[in-house]
């Protein structure tokens, strides 16, 4: 999916027209319908406005990954030591072995509390 099917899925999700997002972003409806439409992209600086806008990442407006996680929500703190981001990078430097373990310990924990 390109940005400009990004832009637009989300602006649906969103339930809001052209024309609020481009108020928001101080550009003309054009504009956005060109984005929407892959004849222009945004500059870095309006591809930064659009993640805070929709709440995203913009790696995944540029389509670098499908996780759809907030900034806000990986610098979430777990614990006084480890963030989302750090839980999430902890866990890529496991062996294979270990991240299986941990999936096992996971669901386990999930069971008890169900």
């Known amino acids: ?3 400009g099917q990004k832009i637009t899925k989300l602006r649906v999700e969103k339930g ?3 024309k609020e997002l ?5 550009l003309s409806i054009g504009t956005i319908s060109n984005y929407e439409q892959g004849v222009h992209y945004p500059d870095l600086n309006t591809l ?3 993640a805070t806008f929709f709440n995203v990442t913009t790696d995944y407006l540029l389509d670098r990954t499908d996780y759809r996680c907030s900034p806000e929500t990986l610098g979430r703190r777990l614990t006084k030591n480890y963030t989302v981001a750090d839980l999430v990078n902890t866990t890529l430097e496991l062996s294979p072995q270990d991240i299986n373990s941990m999936i096992d310990f996971v669901k386990f924990l999930k069971s008890k509390n169900s």
Do not use: D, E, S, T
């Open 1 to 3: 999916m390109n940005i």
């Open 16 to 18: 809001i027209y052209q």
């Open 22 to 26: 481009a108020v928001y972003l101080n």
């Open 48 to 50: 930064c406005k659009i």
